[in-house]
């Protein structure tokens, strides 16, 4: 058995923990489906923060360009960011896969003042942890909530395995902690909402076949090529990239966590629609 294999061996215990999480069980309704996005939409963009990270780390990217030593991970994070910032977006234009998600809450009718919040204090030049941490304006002008705690400690952890510089660890967090950790079974419960929405989760169902699938069929694979040729035969790379998976693991199912919380407390006054804990 290779160090990836067992790799995957280990961490086959916190996946599964996250794809039985009850959470999916707590979506039964539209509202329930918005408490969602209206959290996840945070792991969709800091995801975008590992992407080009890698893509600083594994490709050339300043000027006066010099050639990089690592043609592998160069192709590979090429490739990955050509498809997450500038994907079809099935209306024969182009899209990030981020502002995909975010048109489909619009659709939907789920809030994005949060996270539109977020992203102006970001243009506007003010530094994450700030951003955070306090009521942010979004481009009207409007003063949004907070990010909700379980969100805002999924994004700080990210932050964490970036600012190591460590190429492994932020290899690893993207490889092994990423949308591959959403089930068939929400799939399911999204086109099922989507029959009740008559049509409005159509952005979404197509988000989750581009941007999951993708994940599945091809960039995860090369991910686990690419873990394997930065980790090659060094126990101590292994261990730095067991560490981060295991951190990154964590964290989602804290994220996770929070939002059943979240649903739970907005549908308290009807227990018997929800499932015994888990």
Request: glycine share 8%; with cysteine.
């Given at each position: 058995?290779?160090?990836?294999?067992?790799?995957?061996?280990r961490?086959?215990?916190?996946?599964?923990?996250?794809l039985?999480h009850?959470?999916?069980?707590?979506?039964?309704?539209?509202?329930?489906?918005?408490?969602?996005?209206?959290?996840?939409?945070?792991?969709?963009?800091?995801?975008?923060s590992?992407?080009?990270t890698?893509?600083?780390?594994?490709?050339?990217v300043?000027?006066?360009?010099?050639?990089?030593?690592?043609?592998?991970?160069?192709?590979?994070?090429?490739?990955?960011v050509?498809?997450?910032e500038s994907d079809?977006?099935?209306?024969?234009?182009?899209?990030?896969?981020?502002?995909?998600y975010?048109?489909?809450?619009k659709?939907?009718?789920?809030?994005?003042?949060?996270?539109d919040?977020?992203?102006?204090?970001?243009r506007?030049?003010?530094?994450?942890?700030?951003?955070?941490h306090?009521?942010?304006?979004d481009s009207?002008?409007?003063?949004?909530?907070p990010?909700?705690?379980?969100?805002?400690?999924?994004?700080q952890?990210?932050?964490v395995?970036?600012?190591?510089?460590?190429?492994c660890?932020?290899?690893?967090a993207?490889?092994?902690?990423?949308?591959?950790?959403?089930?068939?079974l929400?799939?399911?419960?999204?086109?099922?909402?989507?029959?009740?929405?008559?049509?409005?989760?159509?952005?979404f169902?197509?988000y989750?076949?581009?941007?999951?699938?993708?994940d599945?069929?091809?960039?995860?694979?090369?991910a686990?090529?690419?873990?394997?040729?930065?980790?090659?035969?060094?126990?101590?790379?292994?261990?730095?990239?067991?560490?981060?998976?295991?951190?990154?693991?964590?964290a989602?199912r804290e994220?996770?966590?929070?939002?059943?919380?979240?649903?739970?407390?907005?549908?308290?006054?009807?227990p018997?629609?929800?499932?015994?804990?888990?």
């Open positions: 058995m290779t160090q990836l294999e067992h790799l995957h061996e961490l086959a215990p916190l996946k599964v923990a996250l039985n009850p959470v999916y069980h707590a979506i039964d309704c539209l509202e329930s489906l918005h408490v969602f996005m209206e959290h996840h939409v945070f792991a969709v963009w800091d995801f975008m590992l992407l080009k890698l893509q600083r780390m594994l490709s050339s300043e000027v006066p360009w010099l050639p990089g030593d690592n043609i592998l991970g160069c192709r590979f994070i090429n490739e990955i050509v498809a997450e079809a977006d099935g209306q024969g234009g182009f899209v990030s896969h981020f502002e995909l975010r048109r489909a809450m659709q939907c009718g789920a809030n994005t003042a949060s996270i919040g977020f992203l102006n204090a970001l506007q030049g003010q530094p994450l942890p700030t951003v955070l306090t009521a942010s304006l009207a002008g409007v003063e949004s909530a990010v909700a705690p379980c969100a805002r400690a999924f994004v952890q990210t932050f395995v970036i600012e190591t510089g460590n190429l660890a932020v290899a690893s993207f490889t092994f902690g990423r949308e591959d950790l959403l089930p068939a929400f799939q399911r419960i999204v086109d099922e909402l989507n029959v009740e929405a008559r049509g409005g989760l159509d952005i169902r197509y989750l076949n581009r941007h999951i699938g993708l599945g069929d091809e960039h995860g694979p090369m686990s090529r690419l873990m394997q040729s930065l980790c090659g035969q060094d126990d101590a790379k292994w261990a730095i990239a067991e560490q981060a998976a295991v951190n990154s693991l964590k989602r994220l996770w966590d929070g939002i059943y919380a979240t649903m739970r407390q907005r549908k308290a006054y009807q018997a629609l929800w499932p015994a804990d888990q």
